[in-house]
């Protein structure tokens, strides 16, 4: 199992250009959550899934879009990027339940200028 | 509403000395709590777990974690630390709707 993956690990953007942040689990999860991690800040939510064609925002969703077409991809969408997007960007997943862990990816890089 | 707070953001350790980091918890519903650690440039991963019974958790790499309910705690300690722990360990809490809840962090920094 390659378990979660993530693509692309870096990107630079300028002001107001889009991108697709791509995630895919191989582990048959069906709940998948996209994080966004700052310095000193830990890891906040911006959206989650609990399953293909079901998702809810997080704690700061604004700015980002996502969809759940699959049981393995969760894509999260930035359509104008702004300077306040740059961070590190991290999917993760699990299987149902409340006592069950996540499983996080590698982590995209984001830097917006 | 649930949330966990890191009072230490880092603490620096020499090697092979005992370490302590400390995770207080809120929660008005029944909570299992997790210890995640990230090595540099890496994603999180899982340490260790609490989710009902023994209060004393163990993990991986030495690691074990003790949960007090009436002070609301679930303090990570290692008596013995190696450079290769070096890295941000980070506390969570899971109560409900699918959300789990993290801590701000805390870098351990192991001194040679």
């Known amino acids: 199992n390659a378990g979660v993956t993530q693509t692309p690990k870096f990107r630079i953007l300028k002001i107001g250009q889009s991108m697709t942040l791509q995630c895919t689990q191989d582990m048959n999860h069906n709940y998948m959550y996209w994080y966004r991690q700052d310095p000193g800040m830990g890891l906040k939510l911006i959206y989650y899934s609990v399953g293909a064609g079901i998702t809810d925002k997080g704690e700061v969703p604004n700015g980002y879009n996502v969809s759940r077409s699959t049981t393995e991809d969760f894509p999260l969408r930035l359509e104008l990027a702004a300077p306040s997007q740059t961070s590190v960007y991290f999917c993760?997943?699990?299987?149902?339940?409340?006592?069950?862990?996540?499983?996080f990816g590698p982590g995209t890089r984001l830097t917006v200028t | 509403a649930q949330s966990v707070t890191q009072l230490d953001s880092q603490v620096p350790v020499f090697e092979e000395a005992p370490v302590e980091l400390r995770c207080n918890y809120s929660s008005s519903v029944s909570v299992y709590l997790f210890w995640y650690v990230q090595y540099p440039n890496q994603g999180l991963q899982l340490l260790l777990k609490?989710?009902?019974?023994?209060?004393l958790v163990k993990g991986i790499n030495g690691f074990e974690a003790e949960f007090n309910k009436s002070q609301t705690s679930f303090h990570l300690r290692k008596p013995s630390v190696h450079i290769s722990d070096t890295a941000e360990y980070f506390c969570a809490v899971s109560g409900g709707y699918q959300k789990v809840t993290f801590g701000t962090g805390t870098k351990l920094q192991v001194i040679p």
């Open positions: 609490y989710l009902s019974g023994s209060t």
């Open positions: 993760a997943s699990k299987i149902r339940g409340t006592t069950t862990e996540q499983y």
